[in-house]
């Protein structure tokens, strides 16, 4: 199971950290990954970090969203900033056990959280 936190509320261009912890403790055996799903649109990837520590973004998030991880509290962070209304979603994260090809695939994730809703909004 996963478990989101950080959603909420934020003004344009505002900041944003989305939390994710595995609650079985894998999280440093597993793929890691945040997609999101705005309101009628098909769910997207935004950013992985890869068992071996390589991240991934897409290009909508690069150098505005920064993944990092606490391995002390087994939790991985989406960092989230110059927030746009574009931005405004669910965000899922993800968990598996995923071959690179699939990286940015949702059907390559095995795990989901619950979703975490993000509004931009003045």
């Known amino acids: 199971q996963l478990v989101e936190s950080g959603g909420g509320l934020v003004k344009p261009g505002g900041s944003l950290r989305l939390s994710c912890a595995p609650s079985d403790g894998t999280f440093g055996r597993r793929d890691m990954a945040w997609f999101r799903q705005a309101p009628g649109k098909k769910r997207e990837f935004v950013a992985a970090?890869?068992?071996?520590?390589?991240?991934y973004y897409d290009d909508s998030a690069k150098g505005r969203f920064t993944l990092s991880r606490d391995s002390n509290r087994n939790t991985m962070h989406l960092q989230m900033s110059n927030l746009g209304p574009e931005d405004s979603a669910v965000y899922y994260c993800?968990?598996?056990?995923?071959?690179?090809?699939?990286?940015?695939?949702?059907?390559?994730?095995?795990?989901w959280g619950q979703g975490t809703l993000v509004t931009v909004s003045s």
């Open positions: 970090r890869r068992r071996d520590g390589h991240l």
């Open positions: 993800a968990a598996g056990t995923v071959i690179l090809s699939q990286t940015r695939d949702e059907s390559g994730y095995s795990f």
